[in-house]
């Protein structure tokens, strides 16, 4: 029932939070349980999962070479626990460089809607088409990035291939490290570029 409430958020784009998808999911399965019982047991399940979390290899070093080359960040994430992904921030010793962390429980909506997209750069104070989006999903990250205006770059895994959709990204990249000259010049074309 899980599996199935996140196809159709992914599908509708319209997110809900962890605690929010359980309580729709035991009211479905008539499961007694009350807000603060989810609110705490889904507290205690994100702190393990964050415990284990390790960060994709060359992210780090990426993250803090483009924040040293003056390029303000934001992340955006399809976390369902906002906390959760503070918390590995945090672990990974790189929060401290992000302007804005949305997440879909923060702001709402799925990768799969603009909007998303369009709240961080509201929050970075700067326009989508001067910006660059960079993640693992052909179809939420690039395709979500591309639908708000933004450049894109498409970390493809080497065991993940694309996922069918048809969207472009303007710089693919196997793996993140020694990726921030790539990604760097991606955002100075999208600066460069005569504006509309």
Known sequence: RYRALRREIMDHGNELTAEQSLRVIFDAMAIPADDDQIVEGVAVLMRS????????PGAVDTVRAIAEAGVRLGVVSSAVY?????WTLEE?????V????VTSASAGFYKSRPEI??????????QPGQMVHVGDSLRFDVGGASRAG???????????PGDGSSFVPDLTVTTLEGSAPGILGVL?????????
Not at 82 to 86: D, G, I, K, S
Not at 92 to 96: I, P, Q, T
């Open 49 to 56: 999962a964050a415990a284990r979390a390790r960060p994709v």
């Open 82 to 86: 906002h906390p959760f992904l503070e």
């Open 92 to 96: 990974f010793g790189v929060k401290d």
């Open 98 to 101: 992000f302007t804005a962390i």
């Open 117 to 126: 997209y369009l709240h961080a750069a509201e929050l970075l104070t700067a």
């Open 150 to 160: 933004m450049g894109t770059v498409w970390l493809q895994f080497p065991d993940k």
């Open 188 to 196: 100075a074309g999208r600066l460069q570029a005569p504006r509309s």
